[in-house]
């Protein structure tokens, strides 16, 4: 019989998505459905389409029981609101599910709420409901936040659009985000906002599974193979290639230009974001040629035993 850590997530995925139906959905169209980091939904609003996103945060899983609360909660927001930027949008409503333990304490639950409302409040987005349960005695707590957000309509990327030949350009450093970023990390809404108003960006993501997961998925959605120069790959201190390429739960954007398009952007972006570094870190290629071997050996892969 086989089991989800036989066929993995990705796979798992697939196989769910390729057996739903399509409905008429009164008065929505999707537009972009399941395998990117949001759906995108025509709701006949003038210029804009709705993006609707869900994520969960397992304890265990994505977090420590010993870890601060309300960096549990900022981090359960932040997460949706990293992927309303990885489409170029931003978000709007957010609804809330936390299942419990009965013995978690009142103050532990309310900090939590705190860490999620500050993160909603600090994007310009708004917790308006949820639900609470309880789990069995034993069982992990779990938080899980849906929402919905906005794009304009010219401006949404994918992770289906980039080309043979495009750059690959990656925000930020990436690697050791279980020194503490991956709980408060800041979801880069400003800068996909900016990237999207100002640049044709072919195709985008944020990484969560990290750039080894994370990378080969756009590049599959695109149809596309792709290289990477590694030794450009900008690492936070005390990583080394392999945990840059693996730690996961980086939270920077992954994007796709023309390689013209890539110098003018690195020039402009430098000046509107000087703290924070845009690298070129390869570029796409026919499909099947490149991929180096380290990049298949690392990232987070939920069922993987
Ligand atoms: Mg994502």
Redesign the pocket.
Known sequence: MKRLSDIGEDSLIERLVGRLDRADGGCATVVVGPGD?CAVVDVGRRGLYQLLKTDSLVEGVHYLADAPAAKVGWKAVARVV??FA?MGGWPGQLLVTIAMPANKEVRYVEALYRGMNKCATAHGAEICGGETSSVPEGSAAVISVAGTGWVKKGRYVTRSGGRVGDSILVTGKLGGSLRGKHLSFAPRIEESRWLVEHFRIRAM??L?DGLARDLPRLAAASGCGFVLDEKSIPRNRGCDLFRALGDGEDYELLLTVSPRTASRLCREWNAVFPQLPLTVIGSLTEKGCGEPLAVKQGGWAHFST
Do not use: V
């Open positions: 980091d990293s992927d990885a993501m944020d969560s």
